[in-house]
């Protein structure tokens, strides 16, 4: 048996994004001191899993197939948001949102993966499991943004234990091309 390992799919914003929200992060870090997902390069997420090298290749094509046909889209992040779990966002507003829940869709139609953890919500995370303290001071210390990025590419990213964060490990441009699943399906 091959071994797992652990690898997420995401939305990854531009160099300048990241830098943007790591700035948040640090002046959020000086104020509570470390949280989850301090570490973390921005993202949106699509799925976590476990997977073989072997599967690995087969979803590297099912995501190149994806993002073959997908366009790039316009991402505004104007207000942040939280969920129970203490995660503290970066909300996506509601007509891009729409696009990347579809994008995210497709995604997990393609790679049919069990026993995944798949985001149905698309965020971008600036801490996790904060309590309610933390998350009114990350309230009151950051100000509302009014961020903005072109989504045009997707991250496959695989789990460093040694720093316990994901690494990039393949990008997957959207080329926007034509749309032939329903003329290949015709043709069986």
Known sequence: MSIRHKYSVCFQPDNGLVIQVQRMKIKLA???????????????????????????????????????RFSPVDVRLQSFDTYSNGTFFLKVEEVSKLILK????????????????????????????????????????????????????????????KKKQFDIIA?????????NRSKQMSLF
């Open 171 to 179: 990008l997957y441009p959207f080329l926007n091309q034509n749309d």
């Open 102 to 161: 579809d994008f995210a869709q497709q995604i997990h139609n393609e790679l049919q993966l069990k026993k995944a953890y798949k985001c149905t919500d698309p965020h971008l995370s600036i801490a996790r499991k904060l309590n309610s303290e933390k998350i009114q001071q990350a309230v009151e210390l950051l100000e509302a943004p009014a961020l903005y990025f072109q989504c045009n590419q997707i991250a496959l990213r695989k789990l460093n234990l």
């Open 30 to 68: 000086n104020k509570i001191g470390w949280y989850n997902s301090k570490n973390s390069l921005a993202h949106l997420t699509i799925a976590e899993f476990y997977a073989s090298e072997n599967e690995i290749s087969r979803i590297e094509n099912q995501i190149t197939r994806c993002c073959n």
